[in-house]
T-cell receptor, first 113, second 125 residues
């Protein structure tokens, strides 16, 4: 059973601080990892993808991947109220029929002014 | 680039009727489309994967005779909820993945990224 685990939160962070979101996955063979942001009532929006160990930065967002520990994280610097949303960690894995992306249950982030 | 649309955005129907939801990739060819369902305060659950021109692959527990999926072209997939019941009320979201290289022009995604449609909220009375 392929699993993607996230703390459901809510995670409350003051405006301007760093928000840290964490995710673990069960399939050691996974090669592709994604972070999506989902506002209430909306569909997910891709924020970051990461494929190699280490850090990947894009603006205020940094994704971190550690394949040995089967761990992927997302850091949001200078948090803004508009960052308040549910953040979904997603991991791609391949089975005999196709590759598919499995989502974690999401972490609800709240940025307090 | 990488825009996926869904229609309708919201639908209300009576129990026992069928509802068709369309998913289109507007600016790329989607070799694979995925259908998800999301209940309130829960994560996305993959229902099925469809490749253009072939039968959809359904996840365990998803009734293929109830949720009919057609992926007739590289830009269109449809999900038909047949004989809908109130428990089918949910947020249905499609996503699409393009041909290798189509989505490598920069931005957040890579060649295997899935891009989501805006979702269809189905309410069955």
């Amino acid at each position: 059973q392929k699993e993607v685990e996230q703390n459901s939160g809510p995670l409350s962070v003051p405006e301007g601080a760093i928000a840290s979101l964490n995710c673990t996955y069960s399939d050691r063979g996974s090669q592709s990892f994604f972070w999506y942001r989902q506002y209430s009532g909306k569909s997910p929006e891709l924020i970051m993808s990461i494929y190699s160990n280490g850090d990947k930065e894009d603006g205020r967002f940094t994704a971190q991947l550690n394949k040995a520990s089967q761990y992927v994280s997302l850091l949001i610097r200078d948090s803004q109220p508009s960052d308040s949303a549910t953040y979904l960690c997603a991991v791609k894995w391949d089975d005999s029929s196709a590759s598919k992306i499995i989502f974690g249950s999401g972490t609800r982030l709240s940025i307090r002014p | 680039g990488a825009v996926v649309s869904q229609h309708p955005s919201r639908v209300i129907c009576k129990s026992g009727t069928s509802v068709k939801i369309e998913c289109r990739s507007l600016d790329f060819q989607a070799t694979t489309m995925f259908w998800y369902r999301q209940f309130p305060k829960q994560s996305l659950m993959l229902m099925a994967t469809s490749n253009e021109g072939s039968k959809a692959t359904y996840e365990q527990g998803v009734e293929k005779d109830k949720f009919l999926i057609n992926h007739a072209s590289l830009t269109l997939s449809t999900l038909t909820v047949t004989s809908a019941h109130p428990e089918d009320s949910s947020f249905y979201i499609c996503s699409a993945r393009g041909r290798t290289g189509i989505l490598t022009s920069g931005g957040a995604g890579g060649t295997d990224t899935q891009y989501f449609g805006p979702g269809t909220r189905l309410t069955v009375l």
